[in-house]
Each structure stands twice: as structure tokens, then as C-alpha cells.
């Protein structure tokens, strides 16, 4: 299958600090990624469709200017947990659709996942 | 009424055993789903797809899809205490946008 990178794949940080994850397509172009989030014993949660060239697309409820999304190429998207809090401490997992392949399905591919702890 | 149901479990097999898993979804529009196995602490790992009406086979898996009922399955074979995680189903929205399921507990027991 494709292969999806993330880094770190752990970050502590203190209350009140920004953290940047990064999400990479190593064998494949991605015009959209998707950001989800996990909380402990819970299921994925869309959060974002991160879009190259334009802005992201964000789902109800999620603060678009806590949660800054860049896709800065067709490789690479970011995550920034701006100004974050102890509630935000989540697993952050990111994953990207390959386009094409039999009858042209795409198929999603997902990152490592980073886990954020904010103290 | 969720988009996409599946029994959250656990499912406790015997090593060897079959396990099953069901899915049933609410729009009819569907055409694309998936099949996810996430381990405690790890991201979700795609098993498996299938879109036309059917079944499907890939090693131990097989996955069944039922348009008119509206309803998708994975049958794990042979199944192994490597088996046992949670079992993600989803389907694509619009948008290339995954619709997931809660997901389905499995425990193999030796």
C-alpha cells in the first residue's frame, strides 16, 4: 500500500504553546489530506480536508483558527495546534486518498498518528 | 440514527475460529467501502475495499457487500490472537471523505 509519514510521533508541550505535526505522502501525490482526531476508547473524528492551493475545508465544531492547516505541496500538509490546552491532548492522525488504481477507487492510506500530550 | 453502525463488542473468538463482523450503513448512495484494523494505540490499517455487490477474498479476509440491504461484513478466518484489535468500517462520502464506523472490538482468545 502507499505509504503516509507524520512527525513527531509524540510531542509534550506546555499549556499555551503552538505545535506543528506534519503529515507526508512519501510515495504519491496528494491534492487533499484529511485530519482526524482520537480521543481514548472513541472512534476517528473528521476534523479538517486539508486542500493544496486553497484553504481547508473544516467540520462543525472545529475552530478553524486553533487548528491552522497548511498544504504547503502536493506531498506535505501541517497541523498547527495553536495556543494549546490540556484538553487538546488527543492522538492527531492524518491520511491521504491515492487516486485512481481499479475502477478508480480511491483508497485512503493513514499516517502513524502523533500523539499530543499538553501539560 | 448513525451513518454507519457496527456493533462496538467486544467479539470473543477461539483461535481458529471464524469472525464475523457487520456493518450496515444509511445511504444508499454509497458505492465505496472499507474495512480498517486499528490497533490500541496505533492509526487504522486499510484491509480491504469493495464496491460491487458480493464477496471479495484476500487471504483470510473476505469481505461481503449487500447494496439492497444496505449492509457490509468482514469474515476473518482462521482467526489469531494477531487478530484481535478494532475493526474499523467506512464508507466514502462525498468530497473523498471516509464516514467510519464506531468499530468492532475483537478479541481472539487462544
Known amino acids: 500500500g502507499a505509504v503516509v509519514s507524520q512527525h513527531p510521533s509524540w510531542v509534550i508541550c506546555k499549556s499555551g504553546t503552538s505545535v506543528k505535526i506534519e503529515c507526508r505522502s512519501l510515495d504519491f501525490q496528494a491534492t487533499t489530506m484529511f485530519w482526524y482526531r482520537q480521543f481514548p476508547k472513541q472512534s476517528l473524528m473528521l476534523m479538517a480536508t486539508s486542500n493544496e492551493g486553497s484553504k481547508a475545508t473544516y467540520e462543525q465544531g472545529v475552530e478553524k483558527d486553533k487548528f491552522l492547516i497548511n498544504h504547503a505541496s502536493l506531498t506535505l500538509s501541517t497541523l498547527t495546534v495553536t495556543s494549546a490546552h490540556p484538553e487538546d491532548s488527543s492522538f492527531y492522525i492524518c491520511s491521504a486518498p491515492t487516486s485512481g488504481g481499479l475502477h478508480g477507487t480511491d483508497t485512503q492510506y493513514f499516517g502513524p498518528g502523533t500523539r499530543l500530550t499538553v501539560l | 440514527q448513525k451513518e454507519v453502525e457496527q456493533n462496538s463488542g467486544p467479539l470473543s473468538v477461539p483461535e481458529g475460529a471464524i469472525a464475523s463482523l457487520n456493518c450496515t450503513y444509511s445511504d444508499r448512495g454509497s458505492q465505496s467501502f472499507f474495512w480498517y484494523r486499528q490497533y490500541s494505540g496505533k492509526s487504522p490499517e486499510l484491509i480491504m475495499f469493495?464496491?460491487?455487490?458480493g464477496d471479495k477474498e484476500d487471504g483470510r479476509f473476505t469481505a461481503q457487500l449487500n447494496k439492497a440491504s444496505q449492509y457490509v461484513s468482514l469474515l476473518i478466518r482462521d482467526s489469531q490472537p494477531s487478530d484481535s484489535a478494532t475493526y474499523l468500517c467506512a464508507l466514502k462520502a462525498a468530497g473523498n471523505k471516509l464516514t467510519f464506523g464506531g468499530g468492532t472490538r475483537v478479541l481472539v482468545k487462544p
Open positions: 469493495i464496491y460491487s455487490n
